[in-house]
T-cell receptor, first 120, second 111 residues
Framework: GAVVSQHPSWVICKSGTSVKIECRSL??????MFWYRQFPKQSLMLMAT?????????EQGVEKDKFLINHASLTLSTLTVTSAHPEDSSFYIC????????????????FGPGTRLTVL | GENVEQHPSTLSVQEGDSAVIKCTYS??????FPWYKQELGKRPQLIID?????GEKKDQRIAVTLNKTAKHFSLHITETQPEDSAVYFC??????????FGKGTMLLVSP
């Protein structure tokens, strides 16, 4: 259980175009999903917290008009990189908040496999 | 906000040796500390975690210790194997299940 998928796994696009990345929780409902960006050999940087049915909360320095997040259902959040530029090239990873396994009543973040974005 | 420092940035050990990675955090309200293993191009995988109501947790060759007073926690891997080679990230829950990650430690286990 607790599987999170992302689509696409990789994408190459031209500068100025927009790219949409999907994050799905396959076997559980997630009211909260997170979007991270990871540059090569660096850590995961939280971009925004996505809550189902409400506006996303963006971290300081992340442009909400450039990185559009929609969390329209309990199993799907999307990240759209608008007017992409080469500096947006990165590994984008989502996670979904769900109950940890077993008898735990605690939440745990389950990560998607990531999307490699390359902007030419 | 929360700040997590992680050391060392790289760690090379011989197979069979132990490896220790240390992290410090700044927000005394943080109460959940997971450790992730990430292989190149893959998703982070949770390997062990600890909550602030315990001081140590062990799972086979992996253990984590937490010192709330000093605000630091450590990952211990014993009897390392080449397949343990990866980047390891510590994290702290800053509240509302939001994680702040350390910068990562590249562990290389040589046969």
């Amino acid at each position: 259980g607790a599987v999170v998928s992302q689509h696409p796994s990789w994408v190459i696009c031209k500068s100025g175009t927009s790219v949409k990345i999907e994050c799905r929780s396959l076997d559980f409902q997630a009211t909260t999903m997170f979007w991270y960006r990871q540059f090569p050999k660096q850590s995961l940087m939280l971009m925004a917290t996505s809550n189902e049915g409400s506006k996303a909360t963006y971290e300081q320095g992340v442009e909400k008009d450039k990185f559009l997040i929609n969390h329209a259902s309990l199993t799907l959040s999307t990240l759209t990189v608008t007017s992409a530029h080469p500096e947006d090239s990165s590994f984008y990873i989502c996670s979904a908040l769900g109950l940890a396994g077993g008898l735990s009543s605690y939440n745990e973040q389950f990560f998607g496999p990531g999307t490699r974005l390359t902007v030419l | 906000g929360e700040n997590v420092e992680q050391h060392p940035s790289t760690l090379s050990v011989q197979e069979g040796d132990s490896a220790v990675i240390k992290c410090t955090y700044s927000d005394s309200a943080s109460n959940y500390f997971p450790w992730y293993k990430q292989e190149l191009g893959k998703r982070p995988q949770l390997i062990i975690d600890i909550r602030s109501n315990v001081g140590e947790k062990k799972d086979q060759r992996i253990a984590v210790t937490l010192n709330k007073t000093a605000k630091h926690f450590s990952l211990h891997i014993t009897e390392t194997q080449p397949e343990d080679s990866a980047v390891y990230f510590c994290a702290a829950d800053s509240g509302y299940s939001t994680l702040t990650f350390g910068k990562g430690t590249m562990l290389l286990v040589s046969p």
